[in-house]
């Protein structure tokens, strides 16, 4: 059975600052063409054109070597979006986040913060497994700075489909996705800060962070700090007229 390796840690920013690539001409046609089918589609269709469009994307080299592109799940009025770094072996083979190691202990930490994960709109900022060959292994590998970059349309074009009271990003990656920029996580993390169009966001680690961690210990600390990073977006949640 294939294992995942995590190369990096995701709390950190790999990768060189290198010049954005444009979206590919077909990338850009697909994108174009769901937004003009956009304006008078339900939130729940704009989703379903923006899922078939992302599956032929073409914006970066990731798709050549992943099985399929991993677009975001949930319901389309969610109130919670929550934006990882991208799919790891198991999304990959599956073509649904968050259902591998780290997906499971996302759903351990939800619960124990009150909040229902089917009930959220859970995605990645980056949609195809980035990974190194190794045998019968694929090797996670971070995705660099002008990845993330040419697949945050994607997460744009989510966000605005679902227009959610609260994004929750989990590590480095995300975060990068969801401000525009390299957002340290222990700096920013525990509180809320407004995004330019006036929903609210978080930024705390990545599920996978929590599993590498190899002293007991720190696990079960981290894992509290993670808890009480969800239940600061739960009591937001409960204030929400969209919160079931
Ligand atoms: S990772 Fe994102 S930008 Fe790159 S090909 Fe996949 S969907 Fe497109």
Known sequence: MAGIFFLSNPNG???????????????RNDILHSKRKMPMATASQSLETLREAAADCRACPL?????????????????????????????????KPFVGPAGLMLDRALDEAGIDRKKAYITNAVKHFKFLARGKFRL???????????????????????????????????????????????KNRGRLIDLDDGT??????????????????????EYE????????????LRKSTRAA
Not at 13 to 27: K, M, Y
Not at 200 to 221: F, G, I, M, N, Q
Not at 225 to 236: G, S
Request: hydrophobic share 40%; glycine share 6%.
């Open 225 to 236: 700090r993670f808890v009480d990073d969800l239940k600061i977006a739960a009591a937001l």
């Open 63 to 95: 798709w050549k070597n992943a099985t399929q592109t991993v677009f975001g799940e949930g319901p389309p009025h969610a109130p919670l979006m929550l934006v990882g770094e991208q799919p790891g072996d198991k999304e990959d083979i599956a073509g």
């Open 200 to 221: 609210k966001a978080l930024v705390t680690v990545h599920p996978s962070y929590l599993l590498r961690l190899p002293d007991e210990d720190a696990k079960a600390r």
């Open 140 to 186: 996670h590998q971070k995705p660099t700075t002008p990845e993330i970059k040419a697949c945050r349309p994607w997460y744009e074009r989510e966000l605005a489909a679902i227009k959610p009271d609260l994004v929750v990003a989990m590590g480095a990656t995300a975060a990068q996705s969801v401000f525009g920029k390299i957002t340290p996580i222990n």
């Open 13 to 27: 920013i790999e990768g060189t600052l290198t010049p954005l690539p444009e979206l590919s001409l077909a990338c």
